[in-house]
């Protein structure tokens, strides 16, 4: 049977279900009724369950009739710590919890592939792991299942999987080959001086004129030093130093953010912001050191898998809901720690707007962002398909 009539079978609990999730969202490694829910559902559908310590998240796995390939579907389960505005009536029951991201989706979508692929099984040559990660809005999840080893259970060949796009029309779905997604580092810079009088500068080392000093050269490393071919960002978001006007401090702390979408130019700019804050400092008779919050590497979208996930689409939802995305996004997705460390991968972007209400419209991370759940049927059809294809 077609892919697509197998899934519209589910559309109304798959929507009941996702609205049930959204009503009770929880945020990073704190997914503890989500778990639950995910594994009595697979139970349910017959998936065995891989035990490999998660606290939170969980691998499901589908045998097909013989074994061959292995195709790794990923979504990510948690939600943010921000209070729900929209006006839905299965708004957020949780006081300051949000499915803001659509994860609540992302989660849906992946139990229905394992329900629909369940009672496909018989066709497929090979393996699905489903893999419902953590703490995916912390950038730590997708490594912690990393480290807890899921790809010795079964050595995933392509990982695939989706995020909501409110900027698409439900309907559709978004591809984009190569980089989608940039990599996220934080940074914390320290400069220490030596405080006192604000009248007796003399006596002093100024930690907020070298901080001024430093906050404009940083500004240098990505207009003088990155590749501009690259597409980078680095933000200052928060400078504080001092609490009087007439007292010298002793020392400003300054963070910020760098993101890139290229490996190479990633580590020359840490090293840029490095030079720039210590040597500054030094220039200027202080000291300024800068510590690193290593985190997801940029993610890049592999071509072949992005034509074979075309090809999926064409077949079920059809070529005229296809749409060619050409800018990546410089915000980031630790999907990055799977893929292509682990094998090739990619990740659609699944359309959740439409031009009815508006408020489909604000955007991610928006408290009055409302999921245009219609694209639930959409997500689980192009990944079904996609298994379907790759394991024939
Ligand atoms: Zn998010
Ligand atoms: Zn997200």
Redesign the pocket.
């Known amino acids: 049977m077609e892919t697509q009539k197998i899934v519209e079978r589910y559309t109304e609990e798959m929507t009941a279900l996702r609205r049930h999730i959204h009503q009770n969202p929880e945020i990073s490694n704190k997914e503890f009724q989500t778990t639950k829910l995910i594994k009595e559902k697979l139970t349910e559908y017959g998936i065995e369950i891989a035990e490999i310590g998660l606290t939170t998240g969980v691998v499901g796995i589908l045998r097909g009739k013989t074994p061959g390939k292995t195709v790794a579907i990923r979504e990510?389960i948690d939600a943010l710590p921000m209070q729900e505005l929209a006006d839905v009536p299965y708004a957020s029951k949780v006081e300051g919890v949000s499915h803001s991201?659509?994860?609540d989706i992302?989660t849906t979508t992946l139990l229905y592939c394992a329900k629909v692929l369940s009672e496909l099984k018989d066709e497929l040559h090979g393996n699905v792991m489903f893999l419902f990660q953590p703490a995916?809005?912390k950038g730590s999840g997708a490594k912690q299942m990393v480290e807890c080893g899921f790809t010795k259970v079964l050595k995933p060949d392509v990982f695939v999987g989706l995020?909501?796009s409110p900027e698409y029309p439900a309907g559709s779905i978004g591809l984009k080959r190569g980089p989608a997604n940039a990599s996220c580092d934080m940074f914390h810079i320290k400069i220490t001086g030596k405080g006192g009088h604000g009248a007796h500068p003399e006596n002093c080392i100024d930690p907020v004129a070298i901080s001024g000093f430093v906050l404009s050269q940083l500004q240098t490393v990505i207009s003088r030093e990155n590749h501009p071919v690259y597409p980078a960002v680095m933000t200052i978001g928060s400078i504080h130093g001092g609490k009087a006007a007439n007292v010298i401090p002793d020392y400003v702390e300054m963070g910020g953010t760098l993101r890139s979408l290229n490996a190479e130019s990633r580590e020359a700019m840490q090293k840029a912001i490095e030079r720039i804050v210590t040597s500054s400092a030094e220039a200027m008779r202080g000291h300024g050191e800068v510590n690193w919050e290593i985190g997801m590497p940029p993610l890049v979208n592999d071509g072949e898998v992005i034509d074979a996930l075309r090809a999926a689409a064409e077949k079920t939802i059809g070529a005229d809901h296809i749409i060619t995305v050409q800018n990546p996004s410089l915000g980031s997705?630790d999907f990055s720690y799977m893929f292509p460390e682990f094998g090739p991968g990619a990740q659609f972007r699944l359309g959740s707007g439409n031009d009815v209400d508006p408020n489909t419209r604000h955007g991610?991370h928006n408290s009055k962002n409302v999921f245009d759940d219609t694209c639930l049927p959409v997500g689980t059809t192009v990944l079904v398909q996609f298994v379907r294809d790759f394991l024939q």
Request: charged residues 35%.
């Open positions: 990510d991201c659509g994860h992302h995916e809005e995020h909501v997705e991610l």
